[in-house]
């Protein structure tokens, strides 16, 4: 199978500090890759490296074959990257209806002249706004559609958050703990969903704590710590790893 | 259902609208009338980029007077007609919105505030000093109206009297209302609302927030500029006194209390703020005073503005009909 | 040829007009680091402590320092209003409602001292203004002399305090992260009123500086404030140091720029400043990475 992303000498200093270090890694085609390591590992800002919400100081991405390091983040999008946020990040004075819907826009691809003269543009806009409802039937958020965001629970934002990076219509998701203060029976429904979304072809690359959920449902994972890999693997190889244990529990032998 | 009531409702106030002029005895009150027209478009204008995406625009009074001066030189020192003046004054007005559009990008907040302010006082003081271009301080008298319009040589409307002027001002306001509403509730006016929300999210979510936020200053100096291009050849006389700082705050309570980011705020408001001060004319010399009052009261005790009290009100059925109003 | 007794004198007079713009830009940049709150109202403190000043003075048989102490301690007040019914409702709500209140209360404040004091210009006349010192071909009135010592004695005072005292130490620790602040104890409502206080006291104090060199009216605050924020942007949000720097650097531009090119266009200097600044740097010459108060 064919890497869809592809990340090599990833490098990030804040000051004189390294968030990530030489960092590489890859991404399968239609794989789910799990990304995990200690608090502060560095994985977050990996995310916001592949998303050009900051700048890497060192290293080069490709996304499908094609650089994508210097590319502005809508351009990213555009490319078929779609990520969530670990603390969300919901347009809160909207409602979830028009939350989904606006992350349509390079779907929709709305230009001003046609918005206000071209009725197949009103048109396409509907058809948007029927799928942004599909969408949100999906993630089983329908019934609040015309609530405002900022009145969610925490659970139901993260819900909402995978929506809007659905409508994106990403190959690749970038899931920053999708899970994370979510109780057993929410965390269930978001596997659920999450395998539903991988049976639709997308990729997904996926940051969390959870082990239990991480172990179930990874093909492949990926250690990070202090911004340097240490481990990669199947889940079996990886949870018997003694470098791994050692990050995770201290200096304990097993 | 909903829908057929709403065309109903709309051709009532239209017809009323139409009707209006012919039932209002004293001059005076028409002119006030359509004084607040050209406030509900500068509201409005103003509402595009301060309401909807969040930025606050305190050289708004610019755009006007650029709209209002670009006007009055085309036609005054070209010769152009009215009728063309109109729509390219609109034009140089937009050139002038991505023109102070392009170094706002990257400001927000408070910087962007103090730079538009500045930009604002500049374009003051330029119609101040380009005298030759401007005549200064003194203003341009003698701006002739539109030129009648003849129908197949028996039907004339001529702008002789203010009754004309009030049709022009309402299909302007009609056109441009319209545009202004298409656009809240398209795609467009989402990702606006996005940036005001989040603009780093917005542009995770794969809108260009650049292009964007000048495609909004454009709009919102289009608007702007129609309007004092209205104003020039109406009131046949502009010099830079109108278009002051005094007059961007007084737009701004405008879309304030009206109800920042809808579309029937600014309009309110505009109504609102052109009648007030009429009624208030016993305390006039505390006019500027107390919008400054409401200004702050309005943004902490009813940051919805009179739409937000409005919508708490009216029962859910008829809100849902409101919505993105 | 420009002669270089001329280029001192205006830079002097410059650098007495920056320090009273440094005066202002410091309560300005205080609100902006500690609380992250933009006043847009900051210019009417500066007014209203001239006006006290021209009346405490009167009121007080013409002693001109003691009025200057008066009015310091009536805005410091007036400051702490601020804070109690213009900012700490909006608290934690974004930039723009406070912006939009406190626009609302300046435009308030400024009519309602045109209402009161009339729109015609005061002067405050003091006994310092006629003497004039002469040194090297520079002249400089007492009066001058005494605001540029009375700033740099506000501004060491300023600096002390930020760094020696307890309080000091707390509206650092507030400036650098809130929440870690707030862990730790520090009520960041009784911060806030402090940095109020200071603002407003050292907006007086510059309004008070002032009135005896030029003329008393009530828009007074408007210019000021922007030519604050100019400061307060080129120095870096929060940045003390930077604001003082700041402000002497800007008005020995404009006094250079008036003196040398146009004093027509001599308020336009700092706009024409301010835009480049912002276009090359967005964040400001120092921007908000500089957010310590020292």
Same mark, same amino acid.
């Given at each position: 199978m064919e890497s869809i992303l592809n990340v090599e000498g990833l490098t990030k200093y804040f000051g004189g500090l390294a968030a990530v270090e030489d960092f590489d890694l890859y991404v399968k085609k239609g794989e789910i890759l799990s990304l995990i390591g200690p608090n502060g590992a560095g994985k977050t800002t990996t995310f916001n490296l592949i998303t050009r919400l900051e700048l890497p100081t060192r290293g080069k991405i490709t996304f499908k074959g094609k650089g994508i390091t210097e590319l502005r983040p809508h351009e990213i999008v555009e490319r078929g990257i779609a990520r969530t946020f670990q603390l969300t990040r919901v347009f809160r004075k909207m409602t979830l209806l028009e939350n989904v819907a606006v992350a349509q826009h390079l779907v929709i691809r709305p230009n001003l002249w046609s918005t206000l003269v071209s009725p197949s543009e009103k048109k396409r806009e509907k058809e948007g706004l029927k799928k942004a409802e599909e969408t949100l039937q999906f993630v089983n958020l329908f019934p609040k559609r015309e609530e405002l965001a900022a009145n969610l629970s925490l659970g139901e934002q993260k819900r909402l958050e995978l929506a809007i990076a659905l409508s994106m219509d990403p190959e690749l998701l970038l899931l920053d703990e999708p899970v994370a203060g979510m109780n057993p029976k929410e965390t269930e429904e978001i596997i659920d969903l999450i395998g539903i979304i991988r049976e639709k072809g997308i990729t997904i690359f996926l940051i969390e704590h959870d082990m239990k959920m991480v172990m179930g449902i990874s093909e492949r994972i990926i250690v990070l710590n202090y911004g340097k890999k240490i481990a990669e693997g199947s889940p079996e190889e990886v949870s018997q790893n003694p470098v791994v244990l050692e990050a995770y529990l201290g200096r304990r032998h097993q | 259902m909903k829908f057929w009531m709403k065309i109903l409702g709309g051709l009532l106030i239209l017809a009323g609208l139409i009707y209006l002029p012919w039932t209002i005895k004293s001059p005076y009150f028409l002119h006030i009338i359509i004084v607040s027209g050209i406030f509900v478009l500068l509201a409005s204008s103003l509402n595009l980029i301060t309401g909807c995406t969040g930025r606050l625009n305190l050289g708004h009074a610019a755009f006007y007077g650029i709209g209002a001066y670009s006007s009055t030189l085309l036609v005054m020192k070209l010769g152009i007609s009215v009728w063309f003046g109109m729509p390219l004054a609109g034009l140089i007005t937009v050139f002038f919105g991505i023109l102070i559009g392009i170094p706002c990008l990257k400001l927000k907040g408070a910087y962007l505030a103090i730079t538009t302010l500045a930009f604002g006082e500049i374009t003051r003081l330029a119609m101040m000093n380009l005298v030759p271009l401007t005549n200064g301080p003194l203003g341009i008298r003698g701006i002739p109206g539109p030129p009648p319009i003849i129908f197949r040589n028996s039907l004339l409307i001529s702008f002789d009297s203010k009754i004309s002027y009030y049709y022009l001002l309402l299909a302007l306001c009609l056109v441009c209302l319209l545009i202004i509403k298409r656009l809240l509730n398209s795609q467009i006016g989402r990702t606006f609302m996005a940036i005001r929300e989040d603009e780093v999210r917005a542009e995770t979510v794969g809108i260009d927030t650049t292009q964007i936020k000048i495609m909004n200053f454009a709009l919102g100096a289009f608007f702007a500029g129609i309007a004092g291009s209205f104003y020039a050849h109406y009131v046949r006389f502009i010099s830079p006194d109108t278009f002051t700082l005094n007059e961007t705050f007084t737009i701004l309570t405008m879309v304030v209390i009206g109800g920042l980011g809808t579309f029937y705020g600014p309009i309110v408001g505009g109504i609102i703020f052109t009648f007030l001060p009429e009624l208030l004319r016993a305390i006039a010399e505390y006019r500027m005073m107390i919008y400054g009052l409401m200004m702050s009261v309005a943004i902490i005790f009813m940051p919805e503005g009179i739409i937000g009290i409005l919508q708490s009100w009216i029962p859910w059925r008829i809100k849902k009909g409101l919505k993105l109003e | 040829m420009i002669p270089t007794t001329e280029l001192a004198q205006q830079a002097l007079n410059g650098l007495v007009?920056?320090?009273?713009?440094?005066?202002?830009?410091?309560?300005?940049?205080?609100?902006?680091?500690?609380?992250?709150?933009?006043?847009?109202?900051?210019?009417?403190?500066?007014?209203?402590?001239?006006?006290?000043? $021209?009346?405490? +003075?009167?009121?007080?048989?013409?002693?001109? /320092?003691?009025?200057?102490?008066?009015?310091?301690?009536?805005?410091?007040?007036?400051?702490?209003?601020?804070? @109690? $019914?213009?900012?700490?409702?909006?608290? =934690?709500?974004?930039?723009?409602?406070?912006?939009?209140? +406190?626009?609302?209360?300046?435009?308030?404040? @400024?009519?309602?001292?045109?209402?009161?004091?009339? +729109?015609?210009?005061?002067?405050?006349?003091?006994?310092?203004?006629?003497?004039? $010192?002469?040194?090297?071909?520079? /002249?400089?009135?007492?009066?001058?002399?005494?605001?540029?010592?009375?700033?740099?004695?506000?501004?060491?005072?300023?600096?002390?305090?930020?760094?020696?005292?307890?309080?000091?130490?707390?509206?650092?620790?507030?400036?650098? *992260?809130?929440?870690?602040?707030?862990?730790? =104890?520090? *009520?960041?409502?009784?911060?806030? !009123?402090?940095?109020?206080?200071?603002?407003?006291?050292?907006?007086?104090?510059?309004?008070?500086?002032?009135?005896?060199?030029?003329?008393?009216?009530?828009?007074?605050?408007?210019?000021?404030?922007?030519?604050?924020?100019?400061?307060?942007?080129?120095?870096?949000? =929060?940045?003390?140091?930077?604001?003082?720097?700041?402000?002497?650097?800007?008005?020995?531009? !404009?006094?250079?720029?008036?003196?040398?090119?146009?004093?027509?266009?001599?308020?336009?200097?700092?706009?024409?400043?301010?835009?480049?600044?912002? @276009?090359?740097?967005?964040?400001?010459?120092?921007?908000?990475?500089?957010?310590?108060?020292?």
């Open positions: - | - | 007009m920056g320090g009273v713009y440094a005066l202002i830009a410091l309560g300005l940049t205080l609100i902006f680091g500690i609380l992250d709150q933009a006043n847009f109202a900051h210019g009417e403190l500066y007014m209203m402590g001239a006006y006290a000043t $021209l009346y405490f +003075s009167e009121f007080l048989g013409g002693s001109y /320092s003691l009025a200057l102490i008066f009015a310091m301690v009536a805005v410091a007040f007036l400051g702490l209003l601020y804070e @109690w $019914l213009l900012f700490r409702p909006l608290r =934690g709500m974004g930039h723009l409602p406070a912006i939009i209140s +406190s626009l609302g209360a300046s435009i308030f404040l @400024w009519n309602l001292a045109l209402l009161i004091f009339g +729109s015609a210009p005061r002067q405050m006349r003091t006994e310092l203004s006629e003497i004039t $010192l002469t040194f090297l071909g520079i /002249s400089l009135t007492v009066q001058r002399l005494l605001v540029l010592l009375i700033t740099l004695g506000l501004i060491i005072c300023l600096y002390l305090m930020i760094m020696k005292t307890r309080m000091g130490k707390a509206m650092r620790a507030t400036a650098q *992260d809130p929440e870690v602040a707030a862990l730790l =104890g520090i *009520d960041i409502n009784r911060i806030a !009123e402090m940095t109020f206080i200071i603002g407003g006291a050292l907006a007086a104090a510059a309004g008070a500086l002032i009135g005896p060199i030029f003329l008393i009216y009530p828009a007074m605050g408007l210019m000021a404030c922007l030519k604050a924020f100019v400061v307060v942007i080129l120095g870096g949000l =929060g940045n003390v140091v930077g604001a003082v720097i700041a402000g002497f650097a800007l008005g020995v531009i !404009e006094s250079l720029g008036a003196g040398f090119i146009s004093s027509a266009y001599k308020d336009v200097f700092a706009f024409l400043v301010l835009i480049l600044v912002l @276009w090359a740097r967005p964040e400001g010459i120092l921007g908000k990475t500089a957010k310590k108060a020292g």
